[in-house]
Nanobody
Framework: QVQLVESGGGLVQPGGSLRLSCAASGSIFKIYAMGWYRQAPGKQRDLVAT???????NYVDSMKGRFTISRDNTKNTVYLQMNSLKPEDTAVYYCNAAIVTHPDNWAPGDYWGQGTQVTVSS
């Protein structure tokens, strides 16, 4: 079994910063891409950013320059540094990872964390 556990969410004022973390654990042979998504109340879950195993990143345009995704492959952890936060960034943030659990099967499974709430409000 594989678990993804997010942490670091909370309440922050507009213009503030938060750093989210997501640690993968369990039966892990290899992790390919990792990413962050978010879901605001009443809306669909949307992509925020992704990062490959080698560190190449991709961001939704509205996050560029404010959010930074990174990962530590030695810790099976992905991070999301969020700066200059706005009220519209309020959402539940989910991490996602493509993980191979056994060398006999290289097709990665798609795993999600339970989500962490980020609220931007004065």
């Amino acid at each position: 079994q594989v678990q993804l556990v997010e942490s670091g969410g909370g309440l922050v004022q507009p213009g503030g910063s938060l750093r989210l973390s997501c640690a993968a654990s369990g039966s892990i042979f290899k992790i390919y891409a990792m990413g962050w998504y978010r879901q605001a109340p009443g809306k669909q879950r949307d992509l925020v950013a992704t990062i490959t195993e080698g560190g190449s990143t991709n961001y939704v345009d509205s996050m560029k320059g404010r959010f930074t995704i990174s990962r530590d492959n030695t810790k099976n952890t992905v991070y999301l540094q969020m700066n200059s936060l706005k009220p519209e960034d309020t959402a539940v943030y989910y991490c996602n990872a493509a993980i191979v659990t056994h060398p006999d099967n290289w097709a990665p499974g798609d795993y999600w964390g339970q989500g962490t709430q980020v609220t931007v409000s004065s």
